[in-house]
């Protein structure tokens, strides 16, 4: 079962009244270019064939803009259309049912307007819930308004997303906030409007506003160099914490003049402005979750170590980072000792690639086995799990978490790409960014594996040497084809 949240965020419904004599296609065209997130095609009237023409022309112009159609009612006419799914009334068919008929991947959508309702939807396999109507409403005429009282409790009884539906407009939402709703369906609120663009961007803002009220948001802190290329350090951090959903800061330990083919230049923060910056962090914005990538020198992991005991943070990910892509070296040969002593018995996961393993453990990494060997040699050490990256040299890109005695895979396909400048940083990141948001390891593991390789395979092709991945690769995809504009 997904996370449809994104996408219900504004739900907008076609109704064929509102057509004013120009073609549907054309209103919903102007309803995504003000931002909905997902369409609906509500046609009672239509017959079969019409109506199945109708979702076949929808569905590749929403997707064109990166938006799931989904069809009023009707498996069959979604199945014969390419739509992503259906929206089930309670007299239609069992989610479960239409489930088998449309495939796993599919979105299952059912009306609830009880508690009892939305709880067999759940528990039938729906993916989201449409509820109301929450405000008086023409397009139908018979329907009770639903108390906010009870939306809220739908929205406490399940763990799927919610839908407000029924008369909603950009005037009236704001009165659904703290229902716990998140996202609203619109007809008139949209399509009934003169300008549709302009109302579905208004709507939107305004539906935002209703489901982030007070929404706090997990936060992660990276501690390390930054890299004026953008390609990998701090900036690669903060794309990968952004894009995978916290809210990403930073402590600068050094300043780095480099880019794709090398660096040239290091400059140390210096001890005391390094502590400031981590206490500044601390002291405002707690973080879930805390990445440390380049430390050159001993005294600031030191500090580093020493803040991070004083406040006793959690979910502590550090990437022993050593030597850049370019074969720079990033770390001072006094500090290593430092780094196993000060930082490695702090973190819950240390990341490094074969080089880097093979500088912890002292052991020659030739093959998956001895991954195996020099994994748990240092997580036994430091009392801390080890995901030992096999991309340097081993296999494709099957990495080994060792963790609490146990030794996990995780398998991987090598994308051609001679572009891996921060794969390191941009990994670790986004495990750290997963940890924050509350999932275990092996799952952070695995969600950052796959946000990389899907980083690396969008073939980004910058600079003279081992250029940068794209890291808002998914940006389309989340939010439609705005954002490449």
């Known amino acids: 079962m997904r996370d449809l949240r994104e996408h219900i965020l504004l739900y907008a419904v076609t109704d064929q009244r509102w057509l004013r004599g120009e073609p549907l296609t054309e209103h919903v065209r102007r309803a995504l270019e003000g931002g909905v997130t997902m369409v609906q095609l509500r046609e009672k009237g239509l017959d079969r064939e019409t109506y199945t023409a109708q979702a076949r022309e929808l569905a590749l112009l929403c997707h064109s803009y990166g938006v799931p159609l989904i069809v009023n009612d009707s498996v069959e006419v979604a199945l014969a259309s390419g739509a992503d799914g259906v929206h089930l009334g309670q007299g239609d068919m069992d989610p479960a049912e239409a489930r088998k008929l449309l495939g796993p991947w599919a979105i299952i959508g059912v009306t609830a307007r009880t508690v009892e309702q939305a709880r067999a939807a759940e528990a039938a396999g729906a993916d989201y819930l449409g509820s109301g109507a929450v405000f008086p409403t023409g397009s139908k005429g018979d329907a009770v308004p639903m108390t906010h009282e009870t939306l809220a409790a739908i929205c406490a009884a399940v763990s799927i997303p919610v839908a407000a539906i029924g008369g909603v407009n950009a005037d009236n939402v704001g009165e659904l906030a703290g229902t716990g709703i998140s996202g609203a369906a619109a007809?008139?609120?949209?399509?009934?409007?003169?300008?549709?663009?302009?109302?579905?961007?208004?709507?939107?803002?305004?539906?935002?506003?209703?489901?982030?009220?007070?929404?706090?948001?997990?936060?992660?802190?990276?501690?390390?160099?930054s890299d004026s290329s953008g390609g990998a350090g701090i900036q690669a951090d903060l794309k990968a914490m952004t894009l995978n959903g916290v809210f990403a800061m930073s402590a600068v330990t050094a300043l780095t003049a480099q880019n794709t083919t090398g660096v040239t230049g290091i400059l140390e923060s210096t001890p005391e402005f390094l502590q400031q910056q981590i206490d500044a962090v601390f002291d405002d914005i707690r973080p879930d979750a805390v990445k440390i990538g380049m430390v050159f020198s001993a005294a600031l992991i030191r500090v580093i170590g020493d803040r991070l005991r004083h406040y006793g943070a959690k979910n502590i990910v550090v990437d022993p980072v050593m030597i850049a892509t370019s074969g720079a070296k990033l770390i001072s040969d006094g500090a290593v000792d430092t780094l196993k002593g000060e930082l490695l018995p702090l973190a819950a996961l240390i990341t490094p690639n074969i080089p880097e393993a093979e500088a912890l453990s002292g052991l020659s990494i030739r093959s998956p086995e001895d991954m195996e060997r020099a994994a748990k040699q240092i997580g036994d050490e430091y009392g801390c799990a080890v995901l030992c990256k096999g991309g340097h040299s081993l296999s494709d890109a099957d990495d080994l978490l060792y963790d609490l005695g146990k030794s996990t895979w995780f398998r991987g396909v090598r994308v051609r790409n001679p572009n891996t400048h921060g794969t390191g940083c941009t990994l670790s990141s986004a495990i750290a960014a997963n940890l924050a948001k509350g999932f275990p390891l092996p799952e952070a593991i695995r969600r950052a594996k796959d946000y990389l390789s899907g980083a690396l395979a969008a073939m980004l092709d910058l600079g003279a040497g081992s250029g940068p991945m794209d890291h808002a690769f998914d940006l389309h995809s989340r939010f439609g084809a705005e954002a490449e504009r």
Do not use: H, S, W, Y
């Open 187 to 225: 007809i008139g609120g949209i399509f009934g409007q003169p300008d549709i663009e302009r109302a579905a961007k208004t709507l939107k803002l305004r539906v935002m506003e209703v489901v982030n009220a007070g929404k706090k948001k997990p936060a992660a802190l990276t501690i390390a160099g």
